[in-house]
């Protein structure tokens, strides 16, 4: 639509940068092009690499419609998400039934197609998309400077929606806070089951999750301690730690996954020190990041992108930058409401107290 590959030599001028096509930074780019704002977005996309992470709560559905992006979800492959199942703090599974949520089921999403119909939806507004490595950005009284590759762009405003790299925060020189370490092991195998809901189930080591997908798929992941990854990253360890559970080797026996290849990505919590500046902003995982026993991971990254962006509109179009200070307060507070929830669910689980695994997630939280 109106994508241009990274060789391309002419300057560009827009208002608004975003570093970052996920789903922050799509919704931030959708958001603002509607509001006839001229914006770039720049990605490495790599359309072939599948990503864990395929939870979104019913709550996103005012904020998808609002954006006008319900269809683009539904044309993502998503299957409705009626509830969880956890075995934590003893062996009995207990079940959560999201039918009676307010905002009605979730959806588990094939997370590529889900990704991809987000920019999209963000080109379909009116944004341009660039494919390439940004390797520059420099804020100046003109406004901001950056490189993709030998692309040259100027901005007003810059976006950093770059997840985990944090490449705008840490080129600005913001520090970034993280909680005790987790990482996941993770495959994909065929679904044998009709069940789709989620289920967790803690063991001494860590714990373990899986989900039915789209197209008869599903996930199967181990978070820990970066330690016991490196253990399990050998598949008949992986196998073996798989058949010790109690409930989750129901859903995805160990002949499901022989084949499958192992992926290794940290998971763990983390924030900056502040969330926006002079000309820039942090949203989704820049801003803030949770572990995935929230499942809140997709929802934050919608609600963060268009925060962030109704703020830099404001700061941009009106002048006014009081939107970024609530977004800032915003950001602060969910921080706050988060680790006391992830903590209560750790302090939850007392059986294991002298293994490695609960000591670092439960003492660090205490």
Request: net charge neutral.
């Amino acid at each position: 639509m109106g994508q241009i590959s990274s060789y391309t030599l002419t300057p560009l001028t827009c208002e608004v940068l975003i570093v970052g096509a996920g789903p922050a930074g799509t919704v931030a780019a959708r958001l603002l092009a509607l509001a006839g704002i001229k914006v770039v977005l720049v990605d490495r996309v790599n359309i072939e690499q599948q990503k864990i992470g395929e939870s979104l709560p019913g709550a996103a559905r005012p904020m998808l419609e609002r954006l006008g992006l319900v269809s683009w979800v539904e044309k993502s492959s998503s299957i409705i998400n009626k509830g969880n199942l956890s075995c934590w703090g003893g062996t009995q599974l207990v079940a959560t039934d999201f039918i009676r949520d307010p905002y009605g089921c979730g959806w588990h999403l094939d997370r590529q197609q889900f990704d991809q119909n987000l920019r999209d939806a963000a080109e379909d507004a009116g944004a341009l998309m660039i494919k390439g490595r940004i390797s520059s950005v420099v804020e100046n009284s003109d406004g901001i400077q950056a490189k993709v590759g030998d692309q040259s762009i100027t901005a007003q405003w810059v976006i950093d929606a770059s997840g985990n790299s944090r490449f705008v925060a840490s080129m600005f020189g913001v520090s970034k806070h993280r909680d005790a370490p987790l990482f996941a092991l993770y495959a994909w195998c065929k679904n044998n089951t009709v069940d789709t809901r989620s289920v967790v189930e803690a063991v001494p080591t860590g714990w373990w999750y899986t989900a039915g997908l789209p197209d008869e798929q599903r996930v199967l992941a181990f978070f820990s301690l970066p330690e016991q990854i490196k253990i399990l990253r050998d598949k008949d360890n992986f196998i073996s730690a798989l058949k010790e559970t109690i409930h989750i080797a129901n859903w995805c026996p160990a002949a499901g996954i022989s084949s499958s290849p192992l992926q290794v990505t940290e998971a763990t919590g983390s924030y900056l020190d502040k969330v926006f500046g002079a000309r820039w902003l942090a949203v989704g995982n820049v801003a803030l990041s949770f572990e995935p026993l929230s499942s809140q991971g997709i929802y934050n990254a919608i609600y963060t992108g268009l925060r962030g962006a109704e703020a830099v509109k404001a700061a941009l179009i009106d002048n006014d930058r009081s939107l970024l200070i609530q977004y800032g307060e915003r950001i602060k507070s969910i921080r706050a409401a988060y680790s006391i929830a992830i903590s209560g669910y750790y302090q939850q689980e007392q059986r294991w107290p002298e293994q490695p695994f609960w000591i670092e997630h439960q003492n660090e939280r205490l």
